[in-house]
């Protein structure tokens, strides 16, 4: 099964910085897109950003600027850089891929990782 693992959250202070890792797993064909979301306690799921096949990037306002998303393709892996941390950055961090997979009944389907917790608190 396609699995998506994400690490690197963890306690960090205001202004401080921290590097999330996404790696997929298992019978993968190709990966198109790659996103990262966040979910704070009690709030919907936001979508932060976004990188497709040809490394186009895309950011929501909230993070524009301070947080940078890349990928290794060889490696099966985004990563998403987050400078200059803000209380506010508090949430669950889920990894999302839309990709081609031996186990999907369509040519690409989404898959999401469990989440990394990512507190900033001084």
């Known amino acids: 099964q396609v699995q998506l693992v994400e690490s690197g959250g963890g306690l960090a202070q205001p202004g401080g910085t921290l590097r999330l890792s996404c790696v997929a797993s298992g019978i993968i064909f190709s990966i198109n897109n790659l996103e990262w979301y966040r979910q704070a306690p009690g709030k919907e799921r936001d979508w932060i950003s976004s990188i497709t096949r040809n490394s186009y990037t895309a950011y929501a306002d909230s993070v524009k600027g301070r947080f940078t998303i890349s990928r290794d393709n060889a490696e099966n892996t985004v990563y998403l850089q987050m400078d200059n941390l803000k209380p506010e950055d508090t949430a669950v961090y889920y990894c999302?891929?839309?990709?081609?997979?031996?186990?999907?009944?369509?040519?690409?389907?989404?898959?999401w990782g469990q989440g990394t917790q990512v507190t900033v608190s001084s």
């Open positions: 999302n891929a839309l990709l081609s997979a031996y186990y999907s009944g369509k040519p690409y389907a989404y898959y």
